[in-house]
């Protein structure tokens, strides 16, 4: 019989467990991406999710983050994941960018079913297929900008010198060619997070994953970032999942998709032409 002292340390002990389990999986996951190639033909559903469900033990409970979710990125898509704390846009995010498996369901990437994968082979397809933006930047604190944004390209075997020429090319692409060798304590939270979205796409993912970019930003950082984010989209056909809080950010995505209490109750629907209220 544990007094309730001990289950609570026991709780806690398994919460800080878990969030290093996810630390550790965020930044499995800035290891990016082999190039898909230009020109590839569209393909199957980017990312499918069928039936999806995600439950956490937690102590003697389970909580059930995921209860069934259906939900599929298109090729070249822009979606906002809109939701309540607590409601499972984190975890729905986890699983579509392969840092997490589901419990039950069926969710496949690239068209594999990812239930079919060893670790390692799930993080070979992550790695290719998606890149992931977190709120809180997670740069490297000690290294420059181009140095956070070449490292997906050294876990790849890239040589030196075109790390660097790749990396400075993602930095410009999101207009900080100027700040090269500045480390994130020398930039605005709006510059980190455009670092953070270079280094996401300097692997040339198809799909970008962002939890909350503009969380940690000012309005007018957000802005900027959403318009990045935008014209990665509209120019260069990278599917954009983002979720957010800010309704202004939500409205400006042709697609919305409403999560609550591990069920997606609105989804105003996938695919180019299609605008919000077309609802299910
Ligand atoms: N690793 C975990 N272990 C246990 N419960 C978790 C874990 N991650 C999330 N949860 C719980 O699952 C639910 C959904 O969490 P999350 O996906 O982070 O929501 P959101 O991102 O919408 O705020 C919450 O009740 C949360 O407490
Ligand atoms: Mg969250």
């Known amino acids: ?14 919460d800080q467990q878990r969030d290093q389990q996810r630390d550790d999986r965020q930044e499995s996951a800035l290891s990016t991406p082999d190039p898909t190639g230009p020109g590839a033909p569209p393909g199957p559903a980017a990312i ?12 003697d409970s389970t909580v059930e983050a995921l209860r069934g979710v259906s939900f599929t990125v298109a090729e070249g898509e822009y979606a ?8 499972g846009k984190s975890t729905l995010m986890h699983l579509l960018g392969c840092l997490d498996r589901p419990t039950s369901g069926t969710l496949r990437v690239g068209g594999r079913d990812v239930a079919q994968l060893s670790d390692g082979e799930l993080a070979d397809l992550r790695n290719r297929e998606i890149g992931f933006v977190f709120q809180a930047f997670q740069l490297l604190p000690r290294s420059s900008a181009v140095d956070n944004v070449a490292l997906p390209l ?3 075997g890239v040589k030196a010198p075109q790390r660097r020429a790749r990396a400075a090319a993602a930095l410009e692409a999101v207009n900080l060619g100027h700040r090269l060798t500045h480390r994130p304590s020398q930039m605005s939270g709006g510059e980190q997070q455009r670092v953070a979205i270079a280094r996401a796409l300097v692997g040339e993912p198809r799909i970008l994953l962002a939890d909350e970019p503009t969380g940690n930003l000012d309005s007018r950082n957000g802005a900027e ?11 260069r056909g990278v599917a954009v999942v ?17 999560v609550r209490d591990g069920l997606v109750e609105l989804d105003t629907g996938a695919g180019p032409g299609t605008g919000p209220g077309v609802g299910r």
Request: net charge positive; no cysteine.
């Open 242 to 258: 983002l979720v957010t809080h800010d309704d202004e950010v939500a409205g400006r995505a042709r697609r919305q998709v409403r």
């Open 48 to 59: 499918e999710a069928v039936g999806v469900t995600r439950s956490y033990r937690f102590g």
């Open 1 to 14: 019989m544990t007094s309730r002292t001990d289950q609570q340390r026991d709780d806690q002990q398994r």
């Open 80 to 87: 906002a994941i809109v939701g309540p704390s607590g409601s």
């Open 225 to 235: 970032v959403m318009r990045i984010l935008e014209e990665l989209n509209s120019t």
């Open 154 to 156: 050294l876990y790849r």
